[in-house]
């Protein structure tokens, strides 16, 4: 697939390179380097993680677990980071796992799909959260930038994993 560009001629796109954009977020959310993760959105991009019991959830009319535009993650980084933050001080182990990646191209703007598990340990527990990842992300002179992260939950009960503390 190819990207347009303002450039004459459009840039290919590959299952790698977007696979690799995907591993790269995850990693970084697993290495809690949440100042260089924040750095992957857009300035005006959103996060949504609608409720279990309705993933079809629209944020103009329904309630949402994470209904974030980019100042509200930025504040979330902030609390992630401070030691006061006692739901995450310290830090979850958390090992994000991604597959069924799937892409398509709308001009400068590609719609990826994707699988996800992460697994988060702390305090002696363990917890889970599988569900689908959905994307827009603008392709700028080579450079991604998330427009907007919808994260969809295949549970139907959060009890056993235990709370969204985490960036999923």
Not at 22 to 28: G, K
Not at 46 to 71: A, Q, R, S
Not at 139 to 168: N, P, Q, W, Y
Request: proline content about 4%; some cysteine.
């Amino acid at each position: 697939m190819t990207i347009a560009t303002g450039a004459t001629e459009p840039i290919p796109l590959t299952q790698h390179q977007i696979e690799d954009f995907l591993y790269r977020e995850a990693d970084l959310l697993d290495s809690w380097r949440l100042d260089e993760w924040i750095l992957l959105f857009d300035p005006d991009a959103k996060y949504e993680v609608p409720c279990t019991d309705f993933p079809d959830g629209d944020p103009m009319t329904d309630l949402l677990l994470i209904d974030d535009n980019y100042e509200r993650m930025r504040a979330r980084v902030v609390r992630l980071n401070n030691r006061r933050a006692h739901r995450e001080y310290p830090h979850s182990r958390t090992n994000h796992q991604i597959h069924n990646v799937r892409f398509e191209v709308d001009g400068d703007i590609v719609l990826v799909h994707a699988l996800f598990t992460v697994w988060r340990f702390r305090g002696g527990r363990e917890g889970r959260y599988v569900g689908k990842y959905r994307y827009r992300i603008r392709v700028d002179a080579g450079e991604f930038r998330i427009l907007h992260k919808r994260v969809e939950l295949d549970m139907t009960d959060l009890r056993a994993s235990g709370d969204a503390a985490i960036i999923l």
